[in-house]
Antibody, heavy 118, light 107 residues
Framework: EVQLVESGGGLVQPGGSLRLSCAASGFTFSSYALSWVRQAPGKGLEWVSTVSGRVGDTYYADSVKGRFAISRDNSKNTLYLQMNSLRAEDTAVYYC???????????WGQGTLVTVSS | DIQMTQSPASLSASVGDRVTITCRASQGISHYLAWYQQKPGKVPELLISAASTLQSGVPSRFSGSGSGTDFTLTISSLQPEDVATYYCQKYNSAPYTFGQGTNLEIK
């Protein structure tokens, strides 16, 4: 059974940093791309970032480019999102999502809430 | 970047109705279109990939069609458990943009 478990969310002040983690199990971790997708309170889904499988190519939404960094540790089956220079508009539930063979998302974690506020 | 526009933004229909949601890409994306369902308070679930391929376990009343720039999600006979927000997503290349969502309610 595929499982994705996010952690690391919380309350942070504007300009601060936070690192999210996503522990994965139930599939060959290194073979699949993984992504972060966020959802602000009462709003729609916003793709944030993707890292490919073995090669580790990274992709970012313009809204986070230069501030966020996605990475993966294939030895630990864990995905990360380092978030710097956080803004109020980054407040959202952040979901970890596994890509299918293509870049749609067939499994999602339960999400972790990030609140950026003073 | 390619924009994804869904219509309508919200929809109210009766049980048993045929419901259609559309998604339009600002440029062609071939068949690289997915549909997701997000029930209230729940995690999104993948319904359809490659514009028309139903995921395992998804009821057959759901179907998808389209290619290029215009896509549709159809529910042939609306059921109470279909109350949700539906999102399309392009995945031909980054950015893997979602549509703004369609909120489906029962009349």
């Amino acid at each position: 059974e595929v499982q994705l478990v996010e952690s690391g969310g919380g309350l942070v002040q504007p300009g601060g940093s936070l690192r999210l983690s996503c522990a994965a199990s139930g599939f060959t971790f290194s073979s699949y791309a993984l992504s972060w997708v966020r959802q602000a309170p009462g709003k729609g889904l916003e793709w944030v970032s993707t890292v490919s499988g073995r090669v580790g190519d990274t992709y970012y939404a313009d809204s986070v480019k230069g501030r966020f960094a996605i990475s993966r540790d294939n030895s630990k089956n864990t995905l990360y999102l380092q978030m710097n220079s956080l803004r109020a508009e980054d407040t959202a539930v952040y979901y970890c999502a596994k890509a299918s063979g293509a870049y749609n998302f067939d499994y999602w974690g339960q999400g972790t809430l990030v609140t950026v506020s003073s | 970047d390619i924009q994804m526009t869904q219509s309508p933004a919200s929809l109210s229909a009766s049980v048993g109705d045929r419901v259609t949601i559309t998604c339009r890409a600002s440029q062609g994306i071939s068949h690289y279109l997915a549909w997701y369902q997000q029930k209230p308070g729940k995690v999104p679930e993948l319904l359809i990939s490659a514009a028309s391929t139903l995921q395992s376990g998804v009821p057959s009343r759901f179907s998808g069609s389209g290619s290029g720039t215009d896509f549709t999600l159809t529910i042939s006979s609306l059921q109470p458990e279909d109350v949700a927000t539906y999102y399309c997503q392009k995945y031909n290349s980054a950015p893997y943009t979602f549509g703004q969502g369609t909120n489906l309610e029962i009349k």
